[in-house]
């Protein structure tokens, strides 16, 4: 039991440093094209991982590199491409709502491709609570809804991204280093954002690389947003499974939530502490299901 709370304190931890990219995202904006931050923080990333673990595994086969790929690819290609367009063409607030179909997605997807994962009424409870949190703390009262057909299928599909890549990483398993496994899904994230960054928005102008709100915001990103917390989201997936610790993101609308009203001295409304509250119930009910004996 220790060891499930210690996940869930983690999968927290990891949560909320990802709430918080948005911030490095905008001000990378700036100066880099959406397609120019993706590559530079998986590049800098791999080369973190590259250097805390040097070491070469014999390859096991062809499925296992077809794993692997797939893993680079719909956890960092297509989910950020999807997801950054999707924040191109539709309104933010009808992107956040639609990435919080992921914990039900990766529950539909882990039932077909894996064994052991549950999906039962009391996590589909779970589910519909927490959507229904977020969906209070992102409108906050101000029911503003307008459907964007291309972008918001852009956002459903970034969600049905991360669902496939969480449950790649259980097939993937822990046969090797973590640290091995995380660098050789961002070697393949990376060889797939090739054929992108030939046809999009990417100039080889590195010396607006060396500004400090660059390097520094990439650092972040690069370092501890994708290198530390995709190492440790895979850890915890292998402990407690794809569908548990999924649902911990519900609690990203929350986090922001919180992080502006403390940093940005924004105000909270009773609606979005009522829905802050409701995210908390739905994530106990489901985190709860996610771990019964089906």
């Known amino acids: 039991?220790?060891?499930?709370?210690?996940?869930?304190?983690?999968?927290?931890?990891?949560?909320?440093?990802?709430?918080?990219?948005?911030?490095?995202t905008k001000i990378l904006l700036r100066s880099l094209s959406p397609e120019e931050i993706m590559f530079y923080r998986h590049v800098l990333a791999y080369l973190v991982l590259l250097a805390a673990y040097p070491h070469r595994h014999p390859s096991?086969?062809?499925?296992?590199?077809?794993?692997?790929?797939?893993?680079?690819?719909f956890g960092s290609t297509l989910y950020?491409?999807?997801?950054?367009?999707?924040?191109?063409?539709?309104?933010?607030?009808?992107?956040?709502l639609l990435l919080a179909?992921?914990?039900?997605?990766?529950?539909?997807?882990?039932?077909?491709?894996?064994?052991?994962?549950?999906?039962?009424?009391?996590?589909?409870?779970?589910?519909?609570?927490?959507?229904?949190?977020?969906?209070?703390?992102?409108?906050?009262?101000?029911?503003?809804?307008?459907?964007?057909?291309?972008?918001?299928?852009?956002?459903?599909?970034?969600?049905?991204?991360?669902?496939?890549y969480s449950t790649l990483v259980k097939k993937i398993g822990n046969r090797y280093n973590g640290i091995y496994i995380t660098r050789k899904i961002f070697f393949y994230a990376i060889v797939t954002m090739l054929?992108?960054?030939?046809?999009?928005?990417?100039?080889?102008?590195?010396?607006?690389?060396?500004?400090p709100s660059t390097y520094l915001n990439l650092i972040f990103l690069g370092v501890i947003a994708s290198s530390l917390c995709f190492l440790i989201w895979s850890?915890?997936?292998?402990?407690?499974?794809?569908v548990a610790v999924n649902n911990f993101i519900y609690l990203m609308p929350l986090i922001t939530m919180l992080a502006s009203w403390l940093l940005l001295d924004e105000h909270l409304t009773p609606i979005a502490i009522a829905g802050g509250l409701v995210i908390l119930a739905g994530v106990y009910v489901s985190t709860k299901a996610a771990h019964r004996k089906k």
């Not at 950020?80 to 956040?96: H, I, P, Q, R, W």
């Not at 046809?199 to 607006?208: A, C, I, K, N, T």
Request: charged share 10%; hydrophobic share 55%.
């Open 1 to 24: 039991m220790q060891s499930k709370i210690g996940c869930y304190i983690i999968a927290v931890a990891v949560i909320t440093v990802w709430s918080t990219t948005f911030v490095s």
């Open 60 to 73: 096991g086969g062809f499925r296992e590199e077809l794993l692997f790929a797939g893993a680079g690819i």
């Open 80 to 96: 950020f491409l999807t997801e950054n367009y999707a924040l191109k063409y539709s309104m933010a607030s009808n992107v956040g």
């Open 101 to 164: 179909t992921t914990p039900m997605l990766t529950a539909i997807v882990a039932r077909f491709l894996t064994t052991g994962e549950p999906f039962n009424r009391q996590l589909a409870a779970g589910f519909c609570i927490a959507f229904l949190g977020v969906f209070l703390v992102i409108f906050n009262g101000h029911f503003i809804l307008k459907l964007h057909p291309i972008g918001d299928f852009l956002a459903i599909a970034a969600a049905l991204s991360w669902a496939f």
């Open 195 to 211: 054929p992108v960054l030939a046809f999009g928005d990417f100039r080889y102008d590195f010396s607006r690389l060396w500004q």
């Open 235 to 242: 850890k915890i997936i292998w402990k407690i499974g794809p």
